[in-house]
């Protein structure tokens, strides 16, 4: 399979060495299309409606029916989502869902007035049968917050605080009752500054694919974002001195070891957690670089996964202005915003009167690999002709033969399901900017009680449930203990499956 040169890109090229202008239209003028790749899409189970449950004062955005965004399966075969106004529910074997943890009772100062804000993700310990401990990240509001924050990003003052974003680690005393009974600790509190809850830490996660014994058992990912310093609300925003900085988490993705340094006897980080040794940044001896970073230069890898074939790390970067990105993501390296976006240098990083919504190409030799700037670019990219914000991506290894060796992602607000070749991002991952995997739409469709099939898209889906029209999908993807893939929408709270060609029911 031949990787993608979008004709933009090759027209560059041949003006040998100097850096064209602005790119003014279109960057990625050849479109997505729907090759034959086809799927099949069912409703697992709809989350109780949520609106009006949280105080009006807390929640002034009434969108979505239930903000569900993650679904997540322990190897006992109990199953759990979150809906972010708060709940944290176990879904039974026939996946009715029964609440196993309240959190909006337990964390009164949480802000939910925004779809990616309050109990934003969840994930339980690799040995939580035995340990008991699982992990969440909400976010709260830091006026009269009695609590202080850990980190406040550099340059600014307690009193400029305007949210705070928390890690906390949770220990059931039964890790096989269906509600959560016992003690929590705070990890991490750490601050925004931006007047609005823009690109909150949203993901916490353990490498699947790690054994005990492994260096990277029991390490637990945070996603990795701006904090609204690109694009959040108030004049504190759009600023790209917080980006490409190592003497803070602004941008980057972080992997700590949760014990408590008490516990360890190692080097504590910014919270009550233990620095790995093995991370490049703590490894290098240099007290200026915070050792808990394991990759930076991020605008919003608000989701990672792991190929469970092979460990390969992937990240999905929601970009700015135009482009989206997949990304594979290795220790100590830089993905390059607010300098870089896709493969171009974004306007405000990289020109003194550059604005956000600039794109300019790189230079030749850097394009082509030739020379090497110190960035490591995207395996896959989009740009707004075709969506917004790219949403989670998984490496597909299941029972869906049309999928088999596929990464499959899409797009958030469009509700659209894109598959890369696995192999073709593998290769792509070459340290040469341009060569990007090629990416086609996956079309999804229903069959009805006669066994009829009618192709849909996930909006008219969440359209026919909510009874009206939406603007949006609030797409999020999620992967089963047994590798099959979730689709879920926060705007009609409904959890669906991909199911393979024959597949009798989406039971357990």
Do not use: C
């Not at 991370?279 to 792991?306: C, M, V």
């Not at 999908?473 to 705007?491: C, K, N, P, W, Y």
């Not at 709270?493 to 597949?503: F, H, K, P, S």
């Amino acid at each position: 399979m031949r990787l993608r040169m979008p004709l933009a890109i090759a027209l560059m090229l041949s003006t040998v060495g100097a850096v064209q202008g602005q790119i003014t239209d279109n960057p990625l003028p050849v479109p997505i299309e729907k090759k034959g790749l086809a799927v099949e899409i069912r409703d697992l189970v709809r989350l109780p409606q949520t609106r009006g449950r949280i105080p009006a004062n807390q929640d002034t955005n009434p969108a979505g029916y239930a903000r569900v965004s993650y679904v997540r399966d322990l190897p006992d075969g109990r199953r759990f989502a979150n809906d972010s106004r708060g709940f944290l529910y176990l879904l039974n074997g026939s996946n009715a869902p029964a609440v196993y943890a309240n959190l909006a009772e337990i964390f009164p100062m949480t802000v939910y007035d925004r779809l990616e804000s309050g109990f934003i993700g969840f994930t339980f310990h690799p040995d939580f049968a035995r340990n008991g401990l699982f992990y969440t990240v909400h976010a709260e509001h830091a006026p009269n917050n009695p609590k202080k924050p850990d980190f406040i990003p550099p340059g600014f003052a307690p009193n400029e605080v305007t949210y705070h974003n928390i890690i906390t680690e949770w220990h059931a005393t039964n890790p096989d009752a269906n509600t959560f009974q016992g003690t929590r600790r705070e990890l991490l509190r750490e601050a925004h500054i931006v007047d609005s809850l823009t690109h909150p830490m949203g993901a916490v996660e353990f490498n699947p694919t790690a054994k005990p014994g492994d260096a990277d058992y029991g390490l637990l990912y945070t996603s990795g974002s701006d904090h609204g310093f690109s694009n959040g609300q108030g004049p504190k925003a759009n600023n790209p001195a917080q980006t490409q900085r190592l003497d803070s988490i602004i941008t980057a993705i972080l992997r700590i070891d949760p014990r408590s340094p008490s516990v360890t006897r190692g080097v504590k980080g910014l919270g009550d957690y233990t620095i790995p040794a093995s991370n490049k940044f703590q490894a290098d001896g240099d007290p200026k670089t915070l050792g808990e970073i394991y990759a930076y230069g991020f605008r919003n890898a608000h989701r990672i996964s792991w190929d469970m074939q092979d460990g390969t790390m992937f990240a999905s970067d929601i970009g700015m202005n135009h482009i989206e990105e997949i990304n594979i993501v290795r220790n100590g390296e830089n993905y390059g915003w607010m300098k870089r976006e896709g493969y171009y240098e974004n306007g405000r990083g990289t020109r003194p009167d550059g604005t956000l919504n600039q794109l300019y190409p790189l230079p030749a030799d850097i394009m082509s690999g030739r020379t090497k700037d110190g960035f490591t670019y995207p395996v896959a990219i989009y740009d707004h002709d075709e969506g917004r914000s790219v949403t989670d991506g998984f490496a597909y290894h299941g029972r869906i033969a049309a999928l088999r060796g596929k990464f499959v992602f899409g797009d958030i607000q469009r509700g659209r399901l894109f598959a890369s070749d696995l192999a073709a991002m593998k290769r792509a991952d070459d340290g040469i900017p341009q060569t990007v995997a090629p990416v086609e739409e996956i079309q999804l469709y229903v069959r009805d009680a006669t066994g009829k099939r009618t192709d849909v898209s996930l909006q008219e889906l969440i359209e026919k449930t909510l009874g009206a029209k939406t603007s949006r999908a609030d797409l999020h993807i999620g992967m089963s203990r047994d590798g099959e893939l979730f689709v879920t929408s926060r705007q009609d709270g409904m959890i669906r499956m991909l199911v393979a060609e024959g597949t009798q029911s989406t039971s357990r």
